[in-house]
T-cell receptor, first 111, second 113 residues
Framework: DAKTTQPNSMESNEEEPVHLPCNHS???????IHWYRQLPSQGPEYVIH???SNVNNRMASLAIAEDRKSSTLILHRATLRDAAVYYC????????????FGQGTTLQVKP | DGGITQSPKYLFRKEGQNVTLSCEQN?????MYWYRQDPGQGLRLIYY???????QKGDIAEGYSVSREKKESFPLTVTSAQKNPTAFYLC????????????FGDGTRLSIL
């Protein structure tokens, strides 16, 4: 079973910031938090990952709570191309690299 | 450009027939994965391989088989034992460490005739 909990869907207006939440209350000390997104009929795309401190890249920012039991993916200015299913994932702890996907959050971006 | 190539994009299978889905990567990644996705659902792991000539079953391996004879190739065979093969199949690769991102192909959509 997925070790994360996300809202099923969210809406945003174009050009506005989007905050996508994720709860992972059973996270262990060595679990990284990964985010992927998937557009319709395409394979998932890596977005960002982090361990403890906040992370930024060209696509998004990842804010991790101090107790690491939750995190938030931040899209600073949503575009229509950001409409996708966003998955928050904790890779399996056996160091196999296995990703366990939940249902994710479907993000709708309105013009 | 480096990446993962899956072929074909669409595939049709007759009852009782085995079919093989191709996955090739030129990223020099050690680890490769096969996932299955059903409509409206997340991905589920079928098989994975962390190194050439070695692979392990994922969560839903029954009715599938794989081989890893070359680092860049990880073909998946959907056998006649898989009773519900209609799905979207995705291949991925990574450097192998659990904290490295996985790179995905564009998928193969398999349907039953």
């Amino acid at each position: 079973d997925a070790k994360t909990t996300q809202p099923n869907s969210m809406e945003s207006n174009e050009e506005e910031p989007v905050h996508l939440p994720c709860n992972h209350s059973t996270i262990s000390g060595t679990d990284y938090i990964h985010w992927y997104r998937q557009l319709p009929s395409q394979g998932p795309e890596y977005v960002i990952h982090g361990l403890t401190s906040n992370v930024n890249n060209r696509m998004a920012s990842l804010a991790i709570a101090e107790d690491r039991k939750s995190s938030t993916l931040i899209l600073h200015r949503a575009t229509l191309r950001d409409a996708a299913v966003y998955y928050c994932i904790l890779p399996e702890g056996s160091n196999t690299g296995k990703l366990i996907f939940g249902q994710g959050t479907t993000l709708q971006v309105k013009p | 450009d480096g990446g993962i190539t899956q072929s074909p994009k669409y595939l049709f299978r007759k009852e009782g027939q085995n079919v093989t889905l191709s996955c090739e990567q030129n990223l020099n990644h050690d680890a490769m994965y096969w996932y299955r996705q059903d409509p409206g659902q997340g991905l589920r792991l079928i098989y994975y391989s962390q190194i050439v000539n070695d692979f392990q079953k994922g969560d839903i391996a029954e009715g599938y088989s794989v081989s890893r004879e070359k680092k860049e190739s990880f073909p998946l065979t959907v056998t006649s034992a898989q009773k519900n093969p209609t799905a979207f199949y995705l291949c991925a690769s990574s450097q192998g460490h659990s904290n490295q991102p996985q790179h995905f192909g564009d998928g193969t959509r398999l349907s039953i005739l």
